[in-house]
């Protein structure tokens, strides 16, 4: 039998994941035009950006949940677009995923939910679980939240623990789907409050996107702004607020631009 | 405009409108045999998921057996009572009990329970997935290193396949025993002919020919009720689109296969 493939380990000096000239297009309708972004080991960048600039499908390119029309996507050194099914299914064990609305199994409890990539991908004792379970949910500051459903939790909740279950493998890289949208400004910072937690117990890279600029300067090392399927400017958060750039500006005050009045 | 511009013009619509068609009706049929192809793939490969098995098998089969049981059940009465009535007319009463006894392990019960089946389970299926699909379920299956295929359509299908043959063999008996109900309590038939006559000319190759196709209805409809669901688009919408899509399709191709699966195993 085959040995399953191991994804080689990043050669040092390397980024963790570099995307060079990504394209993507929907019927016709290009959403990624020509997108190049690297992300070091250990940095936490965000991307921001409009509705509908594309930094959903760009998000979901790294995973490989989307394949691009063009560019590539490296992680590790591995170029996702070339891996074979089975080594890509391996290079997913480094990721840990947090998406808009939780994403959580309806037909699962909470502690069912962070068990499932154990349960799925080691050979865990159920006291093993039980323990690495706990652990994550204190890491999102919930308890007792344990056995019960998706349905019976709030918004912010679920998406404590759609974190804890992202984490629950102790992946390399952690992505972050909107994880503020739809949430009152208590609870965003509680939301931004546990990434930026997460981070400092944790040895992870991270990638969030959002169009929430005041989450952004609290979670970020680097802030990307993505504008057409295109980043039209990277820096770090202090830099970014000085950016001379007309839409950066308007973005971070909250303003509409003259195009979208006249 | 002149006429034959307008003719014209009208031709090249039509023409359209049947390319479209299709290209869809080719692009379902493709998504369907993707389906059937990644569950095979995915059927003996490891982890083995006993308990999402079970859970599914109580849920087509056991959870199944009143609808089933009943439909089953009032088919068979109602045939006694039809051909019993018109037998009646040429005095051959006595060969009811045959008629409804192969009629059902043939024909009636395989196809009404699939339809049955293809109702209760196929649009729960689609609507399943699909609404799995629209919250990024399936998303996250993929992103935790899981192939959703294997974790959600396998069982699903597998349970169907393996659940259809004994709820036919339930309603085989439930459908013989309402024939039997009927002309003997309401028709005054002679119970001990009657019986006889019941299993005078059924074969075991009619029983297990009826089986046979119940599996393969089971297969056509999880296969048809999570393809629909897994590739639903359109938010809460799309998902109705696939449930009420899924039971339409699944019935239709259980009608048709149904033709030539009788014609391929009598």
């Given amino acids: 039998m085959d040995p399953t493939p191991t994804p080689a380990p990043s050669p040092a000096g390397t980024p963790k994941i570099a995307v060079t000239d990504l394209w993507k297009s929907f019927s016709g309708k290009p959403v990624l035009r020509g997108l190049t972004v690297e992300v070091a080991s250990g ?17 979901k390119h790294l995973i490989g949940l989307i394949r691009p029309d063009r ?10 677009g070339s891996a074979d099914p089975t080594l890509c299914l391996e290079l997913r064990k480094k990721f840990g995923m947090s998406f808009q609305e939780g994403a959580l199994f309806d037909s699962l409890d909470v502690f069912e939910n962070i068990a499932f990539p154990l349960r799925r991908h080691t050979r865990m004792t159920e006291g093993e679980i039980a323990d690495r379970v706990r652990e994550c949910l204190e890491l999102v500051h919930l308890s007792g939240v344990e056995r019960k459903a998706p349905s019976e939790l709030s918004g912010g909740m679920r998406r404590r623990v759609g974190f804890a279950r992202a984490i629950a493998m102790k992946p390399e890289i952690l992505l972050f789907d909107e ?50 399927g295109v980043l039209i400017a990277t820096a770090p958060p202090d830099e970014f607020r000085r950016i001379p750039d007309p839409y950066v500006q308007k973005f971070i005050a909250g303003e509409p631009l003259e195009e979208e009045l006249a | ?48 998921d006993g308990r999402q098995w079970l859970r599914q098998m ?21 045939m006694a009572l039809q051909t019993y009535r018109g037998f009646e007319r040429f005095h051959a009463e006595a060969y009811v009990g045959s008629v409804v006894s192969l009629s059902l392990t043939r024909e009636l019960a395989p196809v009404l329970a699939a339809l049955m089946i293809a109702g209760r389970i196929g649009s729960s299926l689609a609507a399943e997935l699909g609404s799995m699909r629209v919250t990024e379920q399936i998303d996250a299956l993929y992103a935790m290193a899981t192939e959703p295929i294997h ?32 002309a003997v309590g309401l028709m005054d038939a ?77």
């Avoid at chain 1, 594309?54 to 998000?59: A, I, N, R």
Wanted: aromatic fraction near 10%.
């Fill in chain 1, 43 to 59: 940095e936490s960048l965000v991307i921001v950006g409009g509705s509908g600039a594309g930094k959903s499908v760009f998000l």
């Fill in chain 1, 71 to 80: 560019g590539r996507v490296v992680v590790d050194g591995q170029d996702l």
């Fill in chain 1, 179 to 228: 994880p503020n949208t739809g949430l009152d400004p208590i609870t965003s910072a509680v939301i931004d409050n546990v990434i930026v937690e997460m981070r400092e117990h944790l040895p992870v890279t991270m990638v969030t996107i959002t169009h929430d600029m005041k989450s952004a300067f609290r979670i970020a090392d680097r802030v990307a702004m993505l504008r057409d």
């Fill in chain 2, 1 to 48: 405009m002149s006429s034959s511009a307008r003719l014209l013009q009208t031709a090249r619509a039509t023409l359209d409108g049947v390319g479209v068609r299709t290209v869809a009706l080719f692009e379902e049929a493709g998504r369907f045999f993707y389906i059937l192809y990644q569950t095979g793939y995915w059927l003996f490969r490891r982890p083995f």
């Fill in chain 2, 58 to 78: 109580v849920r087509v089969g056991v959870d199944s057996i009143p609808v089933v049981g009943l439909t089953a059940m009032f088919t068979g009465m109602v």
């Fill in chain 2, 151 to 182: 974790y959600l359509i396998v069982p699903r299908v597998a349970a169907t396949t393996l659940m259809l043959p004994p709820l036919v063999a339930c309603a085989d008996g439930l459908g013989i025993f309402g024939g039997y109900a009927v």
């Fill in chain 2, 190 to 266: 002679n119970p001990v002919v009657y019986w006889e006559k019941t299993f005078q000319y059924l074969d075991l190759n009619d029983v297990f020919s009826g089986l046979i196709k119940a599996a393969a209805f089971g297969l056509i409809l999880s296969v048809t009720g999570c393809t629909k669901g897994f590739f639903t688009g359109g938010g809460a919408e799309g998902v109705g689109r696939s449930t009420t899509a899924a039971v339409v399709m699944a019935s239709l191709v259980i009608l048709i296969s149904d033709f030539f699966l009788t014609k391929l195993l009598f």
